[in-house]
């Protein structure tokens, strides 16, 4: 079966740490990956995908993801977070679009 | 709880047809549905907000007259593919916003495999 899980329905970070947010799947072959955030009232934005060659992808806002395949795991990360960071994320599986419940982040002064 | 039922799943019509998908959250009330499309291997394209009680605000680009959205009670809202086209052909999805709900609240439909031939 075909799925995407994000363990932490909510996050809380102090402004200019770090960040990791967590996204495992489960799919037979190689995955097709995405990472979108929704800022309150808008609709995805898509901030990196990942659909073969480097693990390490960059995004944007600074975003970066690592697809590693033993671990079934494409987490996000950036290395110092800023309050316009506040969002919902979430994770998808491409083939058959599989998004994760979503992650939410919220952002300390 | 949180469930969004979208239908049909997939769909196969003729060239000149509409299509009509709907997008019912089953358990919470949502002002606000959010329509998308993805091209194959391709990320979600928002095409437009639909707002309960008024009209939807589509995406620059995105065609009014030609995909109709409605949004005529808190549960459910309806998107209609007219006249569709095989470039038409595509994987629509929608989602919700349910603010009771822990996190960001949104929970997404299941898709629509649309297959103009």
């Known amino acids: 079966a075909q799925s995407v899980t994000q363990p932490d329905i909510h996050i809380t970070v102090s402004e200019g740490a770090s960040l990791e947010l967590r996204c495992n799947y489960s799919?037979?072959?190689?995955?097709?990956l995405f990472w979108y955030v929704q800022s309150p009232g808008q609709g995805l934005q898509l901030l990196l995908k990942?659909?073969?060659?480097?693990?390490l992808v960059q995004g944007i806002k600074g975003f970066e993801a690592e697809f590693k395949r033993s671990q079934s795991s494409f987490n996000l990360r950036k290395p110092s977070v800023h309050w316009s960071d506040a969002a919902e994320y979430f994770c998808g599986l491409g083939q058959n679009f599989v998004f994760g419940p979503g992650t939410r982040l919220s952002v300390l002064p | 709880g949180a469930v969004v039922s979208q239908h049909p799943s997939w769909v196969i019509c003729k060239s000149g047809t509409s299509v009509k998908i709907e997008c019912r959250s089953l358990?919470?009330?949502?002002?606000?549905m959010f329509w998308y499309r993805q091209f194959p291997k391709q990320s979600l394209m928002l095409m437009a907000t639909?707002?309960?009680?008024?009209?939807?605000?589509?995406e620059q680009g995105v065609e009014k007259d030609k995909f109709l959205i409605n949004h005529a009670s808190l549960t459910l809202s309806t998107l209609t593919v007219t006249s569709a086209h095989p470039e038409d052909s595509s994987f629509y999805i929608c989602?919700?916003?349910?603010?009771?709900?822990?996190?960001?609240?949104?929970?997404f439909g299941s898709g629509t495999r649309l297959t103009v031939v």
């Open positions: 989602s919700a916003r349910d603010p009771n709900r822990a996190g960001g609240g949104y929970t």
């Open positions: 990942y659909f073969s060659g480097d693990t």
């Open positions: 639909s707002n309960e009680g008024s009209k939807a605000t589509y």
């Open positions: 358990d919470f009330q949502a002002t606000t």
């Open positions: 799919y037979g072959a190689t995955p097709y």
